[in-house]
């Protein structure tokens, strides 16, 4: 069975099955299909990392879930006008049995092919994440596996210099703005449920903590401020008991209404503890944007999902070909004023729209910023629209700016690239992956952030369609995550 190109699905789970198909073209070329010109002063790299499966199970790649797949890795180098396309695959070591056995190894939703001795693998397929000089392609059931930066070598499995505490980290780390260090949690169904690691510029780990937490919970992501360290505990109860019955991981999280979210705050000092501090509403939230400190409040704000058990039961299902109508599927900007001395924490809905992959100029994370950047669909539209346009916000007077798709284009996450070192904060480009399901082509769309519903800058055509994945990073052309 084959997935074909959809310009307009007739379910969510047909048109991310579109979009997501799986590509397994390792590239190395000059792009020289250009409209616009590309600006002189990007001057790096954009990684890109999402699940492309490279040997399919028999019944077929629409099989497989929005989570599944081999991590496929793409750089898109800028230098003088110019762009170059390297991607690799993420080479773990069960990858290499199953490409070597063409048997593949299992997934959310398709058993393993090759015998219990083959078991499932966990794949890098989040995140890809430069620090310190070198490269981390993440998901959150694993530990990081090391990628050279220039070359996208496979170089294997980085444990923190030997300080794990838990089975693996997320595919989410926060780097602080300002000094550099980079921040990244784990969470498990046993305990200690969430821990907590800091991994310095030079990339020495300077702390490693068990975190205690309520209950057992996904915990996808995290928010930093310039002293504290915030963990979003969502409504959601994650039993590992079905998994070791041999139950799916579907019946292992559960969502329950009678727990609103809470928060964890704690300070970023090693032996710091944890206050949680309950959150009015229940709710899960994929990713926060940013948090900062201001007036002795935190303030974050976050795509959050009303509608955990609905979330759920549509993750159950995408891209298993399964007609629904996704309502659990759509998180919406909130704002959450915490309160840490007071122990409070007080919530605003900003929008009623879709959206999710928020974004924002990285020089800022943990410091307050003005503006943020992120995936969206109109109020008005379905989950059809859902990754239709881009969506810049202004933080300080409440306005957002849109750049539009035509039908049957998909975006992917927007990353801010500055300008210049020294360039205000939405002074530089919003770099973007876009889908094109009626040319069944990739571009790279180079917007000008300060006029994003203008016409790109520069649209840069791929020799190939890839699957939009999830993450990417900036990492200027001295190796840096930040100009």
């Known amino acids: 069975m084959t997935t074909q190109p959809m310009a307009h699905a ?23 299909d250009v409209e616009g010109e ?30 599944d797949g081999d991590a496929m ?40 092919e090759g015998g219990a001795e083959e078991g499932i693998d966990a794949q890098p397929n ?27 070598a496979s170089k294997g499995t980085w444990d923190y210099d030997g300080k794990m505490l838990g089975m693996s980290t997320t595919a989410h780390p926060k780097i602080d703005g300002k000094t550099g260090q980079m921040l990244i949690h784990g969470y ?21 903590e068990a975190v205690d937490a309520p209950w057992p919970s996904m915990m996808h992501d995290f928010a930093i401020t310039e002293n504290y360290v915030i963990f979003p505990l969502g ?18 999280v559960q969502a329950r209404d009678d727990l609103n979210m809470k928060f964890g705050v704690r300070r970023r000092e090693a032996g710091s503890p944890t206050t949680w501090i309950d959150v009015p509403s229940a709710g899960y939230m994929f990713h926060p944007g940013n948090a900062y400190e201001k007036d002795g409040k935190i303030w974050m704000d976050a795509c ?45 809905k900003l929008s009623d729209s879709t959206a999710e992959f928020p974004r924002l100029d990285d020089r800022r994370v943990g410091y307050e910023n003005r503006w ?35 039908p049957g284009q998909w975006v992917g996450e927007p990353v801010f690239v500055p300008r210049a070192p020294d360039a205000e904060e939405d002074d530089g480009f919003v770099l973007n992956l876009v889908y094109d399901a009626n040319t069944d082509r990739t571009a790279v769309d180079v917007l000008d952030a300060r006029a994003i519903d203008a016409t790109p800058l520069a649209r840069l055509w791929l020799q190939e369609r890839i699957a939009l994945g999830f993450h990417g990073n900036w990492a200027h052309a001295d190796g840096t995550p930040r100009d």
């Open 235 to 252: 409504s959601i109860y994650f039993d590992l008991q079905p998994m070791l019955d041999g139950r799916g991981f579907g019946e292992a």
């Open 304 to 348: 959050t999902y009303e509608n955990p058990a609905g979330l759920l039961q549509d993750l159950a299902t995408v891209r298993s070909g399964a007609s629904r109508d996704a309502g659990g599927f759509a998180a919406h900007p909130y704002l959450y004023e915490i309160d840490p001395a007071a122990g409070t924490c007080k919530e605003k």
């Open 126 to 152: 989040t995140n890809i994440v430069p620090h310190g000089g070198r490269l981390f392609a993440m998901v959150e059931v694993a530990p990081p596996f090391e990628m050279d930066p220039k070359t996208l």
């Open 372 to 406: 943020g950047y992120a995936g969206t669909a109109s109020p008005a539209a379905g989950v059809e629209s859902y990754f239709r346009r881009i969506t810049k916000y202004d933080r300080v007077d409440g306005t957002s700016v849109h750049r539009e798709t035509v």
């Open 73 to 112: 890795v793409h750089a898109i180098r800028f230098e003088d006008g110019k762009a170059h396309h390297l991607s690799r695959y993420a080479r773990t070591e069960s990858f290499e049995r199953s490409e070597k056995s063409g048997l593949y190894r299992g997934g959310i939703n398709v058993e393993a």
């Open 188 to 208: 498990q169904p046993v305990e200690p449920y969430v821990q907590l690691y800091v991994v310095e510029p030079d990339g020495s780990v300077s702390l490693a």
């Open 10 to 32: 007739a379910t969510p789970a047909e048109m991310l099955a579109s979009i997501l198909r799986p590509n397994p073209r390792e590239a190395d070329y000059a792009i020289t």
């Open 38 to 67: 590309i600006p002189r002063e990007l001057n790096g790299t954009l990684y890109r990392n999402g699940p492309c499966q490279k040997v399919l199970p028999k019944v077929g790649a629409g099989a497989l879930h929005l989570f």
